[in-house]
């Protein structure tokens, strides 16, 4: 497939060259909050708990 001919992973409307691989700066920064907020895992074995006291 085209890379020009996949749509924006966000709001699947056309991606523009300016902002790719979204198709603005909105669907851009909501990735971003994403990323931000935990919305998206990498796969992997679980993190270690931490210990309240090492704070």
């Given amino acids: 497939m085209n890379r020009a001919a996949r749509p924006c992973p966000i709001c699947q409307k056309p991606r523009t060259a300016e902002h790719s691989p979204f198709?603005?700066?909105r669907c851009?920064?909501?990735d971003?909050?994403?990323w931000l907020?935990?919305?998206y895992a990498v796969p992997g074995p679980p993190a270690p708990?931490?210990?309240s006291d090492e704070e």
């Fill in 23 to 25: 198709c603005s700066t």
């Fill in 28 to 30: 851009r920064d909501r």
């Fill in 32 to 34: 971003l909050l994403k």
């Fill in 37 to 39: 907020d935990d919305g």
């Fill in 49 to 51: 708990a931490r210990d």
